[in-house]
C-alpha cells in the first residue's frame, strides 16, 4: 500500500491545480507510531505532506457531513460505504466529490501491536507484508495479515464501492470470511450471562464519546446523550446510563454502519463496541440482505417498507 | 532534608503496614492499560508502569462525585434541603505517582484553592492525601516535562520522592506528611550520603527525555492576534471534539453540576465536563459561543498556552505528561501546537483576520 502515495499525491496536486476540488481530504504523518492524522491539502503544496500506509484507520467520510466545498476524497472500501451513505442520507452531495478510491489491505491493530511488548514502541516500519517494530532494546517482525485490526481481518468490501479515481489495481476480495462468529457466541448466551458481558464490556468507558465522534453516522446536531430539555441520560458514570449510550447509539446505526472500525480504534481505553453494531449488522443481513453503503439506487432497509419485509421478531 | 534508604525485600511488608492508617492507591496494570486503583489487601502498586493511562487526579477529583443529597418527600422534615454527603476524608495515600502527575496537582490548586474561591471536596481530598512519587529512570518518548515546568525527579507538590537505583530504593522525604507515611511504613534507615547518588540519576534521567516544547515567546503574544491566528483551522481540522485530552490531562479541572433524582431522592453531583464538548458553552437561549470545533480546539490551547500563562504568571498549565499526545485518537499534538504558538508572527501570517 507504500506505492499509493506517488498516485495519490499525482491526483490530488492535478485536482487542485485543474480546479476540480477546493480540498483533499486524507492523512498526514502522525507525530506517534501508528497514528496518522485526517488532514486537508488546499495548495499542491500540502499536498506533499499526504501520506498512505496502514495507519490509515480513521474513516475520512466522518469529515464530509455539511460541508460546502469541492472536495477530493481518499477512500478505503469502508470510507466509500459511508460516502454512499452520507450521499442518501443528503449530508453531502455526489457533485461535490472526487472520490479517489484506495483498493484496501486493511489497517493495523496499534492497540494488539503496543500490547504485545513491554517497553515502549518507538517505531513501526512498514515494507510489503512485513511490519518492523523496534523500541529501546527490541526489534520484531511481524506480518501484517495477523496485525489487522478485527474489523479488517472480517473485511469483504475492499475495494472502493464507489470512485471517480483509483489509485492502483483493484485488491482480490477475501473469502470465506465468517463476519459473525463472535456474536453468535454471545446470541446463544443466557440473559444473565448476556447482561454481565455487557457490564464488563462497557466497565471501563470513560464516557468521552470518541467512538460517535469518530463514527460518520453520528452527526446528529445534538446527540440524545447531550439533549438537556428534556435530559434522556444521566451523565455520571453509573453503568446504567454508559449502557443506554452506547445500546441507544448502536440502534442508530442499524443498517448503516459498514463496519469500518472507526469507533473502536479512538476509543481511549480499548472498548470493542463494535460487538452491537456488528450484531445489528448481522440482523440487517439475515433479516432484509441488506449490506449498508453499496448502492445509491437502493433505500436502505429501516427508511422503507416492503409488503414482503419479515415481521416475525416481532412479539 | 531526609533520605532513607529502602530493601526492596522490606518494601512490600512496608506497604502492607501502611494499609493499617491509610486508604492506599497506585498503578495497577488492568488488561492491557495501567490505572490508579485503591490498592486491595496483599496487592501492591505496579512500579514498573512507565505511566497510567488516565492521570491521578481522579484520587482527589473524581470523574463523577456526589456533593449534596436531597429528599423530595415531602412527609420528611428536611424536604426539599441541599445536605452535604458523607465523603470519605481518612487519610489516603498515593504510591508511585509520577513526578508530572504530583505536580499537576500544584496547577489545579491555583484554581481550585485560591483566596477568593475554595473548592472544599478538592482542597479536603488533597489534604487527606499523601504523595510518594516515583523518579523516572527511563522516561516515555513522549514526556515533556523538563521543559514543561516539571522534570522526571521533579518534587513539587510530593510528600516524598522514591527513587529505584537497581538494588534498592532511595527516599527523599519532602514533607512532614512524608516523615509520617514512612514512619508508618517503618522506613526509616536513614542514607546521609545518598543526596549526590540521587542527583547523578537525576541528571541521567533528564539527559533522556527526547522531547520538549519551547514556551518562552508565549507571554508576549498579543492574545487577539493569536486568538485570529490561521493556523487554527489547521490544528483543529482532524478533532472529532471527543474530550480525551482533557479527560486524561492531570491539570484539566472543569466540571459541570447535575441532579440526579429517583423516585423521591436525589443527589446533586459533579461530572468532569471538557471544553471540547459543543454542551460545555452552550447558553439557554440556544447561542453557542464555541459554536465549532475550531472556537473549542482553540479554547484548549489558548488556555492552556496563553490564558493560563497570562493570568497566573506560572508557566503554561501542562506537566508534560505526553498522555494527551498518547490518547488522541485523530493524532493532535500539543507539542506542535504549542511550537506553532510560540512562533507566532503576526506580520507574517497573512491569512490573520
Ligand atoms: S474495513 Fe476493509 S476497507 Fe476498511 S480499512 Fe479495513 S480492510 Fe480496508
Ligand atoms: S470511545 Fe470508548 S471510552 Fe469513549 S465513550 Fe466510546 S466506549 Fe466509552
Ligand atoms: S458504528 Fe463504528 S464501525 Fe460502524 S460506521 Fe460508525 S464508526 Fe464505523
Ligand atoms: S483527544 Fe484529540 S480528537 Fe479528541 S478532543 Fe482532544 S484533540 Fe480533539
Ligand atoms: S496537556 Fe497533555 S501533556 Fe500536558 S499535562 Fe495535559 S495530558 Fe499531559
Redesign the pocket.
Given at each position: 500500500m507504500l506505492s499509493y502515495i506517488d498516485k495519490i499525491k499525482e491526483i490530488s496536486s492535478r485536482l487542485l491545480k485543474d480546479g476540480t476540488v477546493d480540498m483533499i481530504i486524507g492523512f498526514r504523518r502522525g507525530t506517534v507510531p501508528m497514528m496518522n492524522e485526517p488532514h486537508f491539502a488546499k495548495t499542491t503544496g500540502d499536498v506533499e505532506q499526504l501520506v498512505w500506509d496502514s495507519n490509515c484507520g480513521i474513516n475520512l467520510a466522518n469529515y464530509l457531513a455539511n460541508r460546502t466545498e469541492k472536495i477530493g476524497i481518499i477512500a478505503k472500501g469502508c470510507d466509500s460505504r459511508n460516502i454512499v451513505t452520507h450521499i442518501i442520507e443528503n449530508k453531502i452531495k455526489r457533485e461535490q466529490l472526487t472520490i479517489i478510491g484506495v483498493p484496501c489491505k486493511g489497517m493495523i491493530d496499534k492497540r494488539r501491536i503496543n500490547a504485545m511488548f513491554d517497553g515502549e514502541i518507538l517505531q513501526v516500519a512498514e515494507n510489503g507484508n512485513t511490519i518492523t517494530v523496534s523500541g529501546d532494546g527490541f526489534e520484531k517482525k511481524l506480518e501484517k495479515d495477523d496485525m489487522l485490526q478485527q474489523n479488517c481481518r472480517l473485511c469483504i468490501h475492499r475495494n472502493p464501492v464507489i470512485y471517480d479515481e483509483l489509485v492502483a489495481e483493484q485488491v482480490e476480495e477475501q473469502q470465506d470470511i465468517d463476519r459473525y462468529a463472535d456474536i453468535r457466541e454471545i446470541e446463544a448466551l443466557p440473559p444473565k450471562e448476556k447482561e454481565s458481558y455487557f457490564t464488563d464490556l462497557f466497565s471501563a468507558c470513560i464516557r468521552?464519546y470518541?467512538c460517535r465522534?469518530?463514527c460518520p453516522l453520528c452527526y446528529c446536531p445534538t446527540c440524545f446523550v447531550d439533549e438537556s430539555r428534556p435530559q434522556w441520560v444521566g451523565k455520571s458514570q453509573d453503568p446504567a446510563d454508559i449502557k443506554t449510550f452506547h445500546f441507544l447509539r448502536a440502534y442508530h446505526c442499524a443498517g448503516r454502519c459498514t463496519d469500518c472500525g472507526s469507533c473502536e480504534r479512538?476509543c481511549?481505553v480499548g472498548i470493542n463496541m463494535r460487538i452491537l453494531t456488528r450484531k445489528l449488522e448481522k440482523d440487517s443481513f439475515e433479516l432484509f440482505g441488506w449490506e449498508a453503503g453499496l448502492s445509491m439506487d437502493v433505500r436502505p432497509p429501516l427508511d422503507t417498507y416492503k409488503p414482503g419485509d419479515p415481521d416475525d421478531f416481532i412479539k | 532534608m531526609k533520605i532513607v534508604k529502602i530493601d526492596k525485600k522490606t518494601w512490600a511488608a512496608g506497604i502492607e503496614k501502611l494499609t493499617a492508617s491509610y486508604r492506599l492507591f497506585g498503578p495497577v496494570k488492568e488488561g492491557d492499560f495501567h490505572n490508579f486503583k485503591e490498592l486491595g489487601s496483599g496487592e501492591a502498586p505496579d512500579l514498573d508502569c512507565l505511566n497510567t493511562r488516565l492521570s491521578a487526579k481522579a484520587i482527589i477529583y473524581p470523574q463523577s462525585e456526589n456533593m449534596f443529597e436531597y429528599s423530595l418527600d415531602e412527609s420528611r422534615e428536611d424536604h426539599h434541603i441541599l445536605k452535604e454527603v458523607d465523603t470519605d476524608y481518612s487519610p489516603r495515600a498515593v504510591i508511585g505517582i509520577r513526578p508530572c502527575d504530583a505536580k499537576a496537582f500544584e496547577l489545579v490548586g491555583l484554581n481550585f484553592d485560591t483566596s477568593e474561591y475554595k473548592d472544599p471536596y478538592w482542597i479536603k481530598a488533597r489534604e487527606a492525601t499523601t504523595l510518594i512519587g516515583l523518579a523516572c529512570s527511563s522516561p516515555g518518548s513522549n514526556c515533556f516535562c523538563t521543559t514543561a515546568g516539571c522534570g522526571p525527579f521533579h518534587e513539587d507538590g510530593l510528600d516524598a520522592l522514591v527513587v529505584d537505583t537497581g538494588d534498592h530504593f532511595l527516599a527523599k522525604i519532602l514533607t512532614e506528611k512524608g516523615e509520617q507515611l514512612f514512619a508508618a511504613a517503618g522506613w526509616k534507615q536513614e542514607a546521609k550520603a545518598a543526596g549526590k547518588q540521587i542527583e547523578a540519576l537525576k541528571q541521567e534521567a533528564e539527559a533522556k527525555i527526547a522531547s520538549s516544547v519551547n514556551t518562552d515567546n508565549l507571554s508576549a503574544l498579543d492574545t487577539t492576534q493569536l486568538y485570529n491566528a490561521s493556523f487554527w483551522e489547521d490544528v483543529?481540522f482532524?478533532?472529532?471534539?471527543?474530550?480525551?485530552?482533557?479527560f486524561?490531562c492531570p491539570t484539566c479541572w472543569c466540571f459541570d453540576i447535575q441532579d440526579e433524582t429517583h423516585g423521591n431522592s436525589g443527589v446533586r453531583m459533579r461530572n468532569w465536563d471538557?471544553c471540547?464538548y459543543p454542551l460545555f458553552t452552550l447558553h439557554g437561549t440556544g447561542h453557542n459561543p464555541r459554536g465549532t470545533?475550531l472556537h473549542?480546539?482553540r479554547q484548549?490551547f489558548m488556555h492552556k498556552l496563553k490564558y493560563y500563562v497570562d493570568k497566573y504568571d506560572a508557566g503554561i498549565q501542562c506537566v508534560g505528561c505526553g498522555r494527551?499526545v498518547r490518547?488522541?485518537?485523530?493524532?493532535?499534538d500539543i507539542r506542535r501546537v504549542c511550537e506553532l504558538m510560540n512562533s507566532f508572527d503576526s506580520e507574517k501570517d497573512t491569512c490573520a483576520a
Open positions: 468521552c470518541a465522534n469518530a479512538v481511549p | 483543529s482532524s478533532c472529532i471534539n471527543c474530550g480525551t485530552c482533557t486524561v471538557s471540547m470545533k473549542r480546539v484548549r494527551c490518547s488522541c485518537p485523530v493524532n493532535i
